[in-house]
């Protein structure tokens, strides 16, 4: 693992040195504000739901952007030769590239933090935390389950476009094939074994949990699991990109 | 203090690198020399630990490149054909990643960070982002990269290639200085370049070492088999017949006549020296000489035999002379 701080550290700051980094994060504030806009209204609820609900959706195409130059960018311009002589391993790389985007994700769900502030200060009565903390504790880890996901596909091309759209249209597949109305057979028929095996990977009921403030170590076992899945999968093509 | 055994490398059915053995010491400068497609990339990457042998096994001051891997890489220092780096940092945050990369601490990552920017001349643009220099910068910075922590061993790609004729004459110097404690194996395409940097030259073709020697030798050894120009005065077929005639010439060619005087390229048999007997047999004959010289041998044309003789043709007598089998560890 030695390096991969350095190499998260590095990713991190360099998300602010190119255009694409500042476009993602003002993207994201955007339509997050936009969303709380529509929550600031008097007698509504003071909750955040539905910032962190549509954040989920944003993440989607938000995620990919962030995961695409994690590792194509390298491949494009070479510096992954330099990267993979000098003396850290894959795994640091896989490790810190990840770290790196992650911390990215964080910085850019840091500023709506201030919405919840808003909340405290002009709701009476208070809007209840606990639901915030999860919510947003849910939010992180699926942006890292799916900055994982990006990664893979980042690991099997120099191409960030391709890497984007193919992140993109995957993680939109995914949530549609896990949607309720995909898994209770209202929009096709299919059979029960396997809506029971989509019921078991699909994201939104989880989610759901932690908007409502349930802390469920299943759930977090689940999102580190797969994120971890992929991580290991982004090694194993690291490791046979060099064998091939 | 770089050991290559036998390596080989495939990839899919393309045999890129056979058997390749060759030593550098200490002190050393090697160059790397090859047509397009000879190998010389895929050892390069090899002996960085970019790339695993598929065969035989490859050594920095003992330690194996696939075995021990980042103790190997460690004492390398690499400069990419392409000095890539990412655009977006400035010069000096470029090199103090790379510094925290080989693990070095913050009072050497400094004093190192300042060295390498003085020795490759770029203390001007230490705040400029590498995206913004011109392809001559980004090579030194490729090559401040590479010296950063003090490697034992420097495998530089085409150091030179995008460098101006100051920055050349610079950048060898520096690469002798460094040498002077290191091993250096340099691959390039400026042969005049190799010729005056190195110690020692590989030359690769089809993927295996096809002469291991010291430029002088190689040189030398063509010298032996260079032709003679003369130009003297008189008609074509009486200067081409006087020097015919002397004893260890093999063949004439008339290059042109001008204003009374002919122009001729001999060719005699290597390990003689002729000069003296062309001079004697002409101006015995009547015809004063303007100009007698051999046409000096260079390394590019080594190189050129070697190339040839690798797609059919047989091998020039330089390939053999005073080189190393094929091969052969040094």
Redesign the interface.
Known sequence: M??AW??AF?EFR?FF??PVGWLTVALYLFLTGVVFANVLVPGGTATMRDVLGWSQFFLMALAPAVSMRLLSEEFR???Y?????????DVSVTAGKFLGGVLFLKAMFAPTLLYPLILLAVSDPRPDLGPMVCGYLGLVLLGAFYLAFGMLLSSLTSNQTLAFVSTFLLLVLYRVATSERVIGGGLVPIPPGLARALAAVAPGPRLDDFAKGLLDLAHIVFFLSATAWFLMLTFVALEMR??? | MIQVRSVSKSFGRVNAVSRVSFDVARGEVVGLLGANGAGKTTTIRMITGFLPPDTGSVAVEGFDTLRAGESARARVGYLPEAAPAYAEMSVEGYLDYRARLFSMKRGDRRGAVERSLTRCDLAAVRRRRVGQLSRGFRQRVGLAAAILHDPPALVLDEPTSALDPRQIREARALIRALAADKAVLVSSHILPEVEQTCDRVIIMAGGTVRVDAKPRDLIGSLREASPYVVEARGPADRVSKAAAAVAGVERTEVIGSAEGWTRIRLFGRSGQDLRAAIAAALTSEGMPIRELTREAPSLERVFLQLIESADGAPPPPAAAAGARPTGAAA
């Open positions: 030695r390096g350095t190499i590095r360099s040195r190119v311009s070479g510096t030769e330099a990267l993979m002589t000098s003396p850290v391993g060099r064998w091939r």
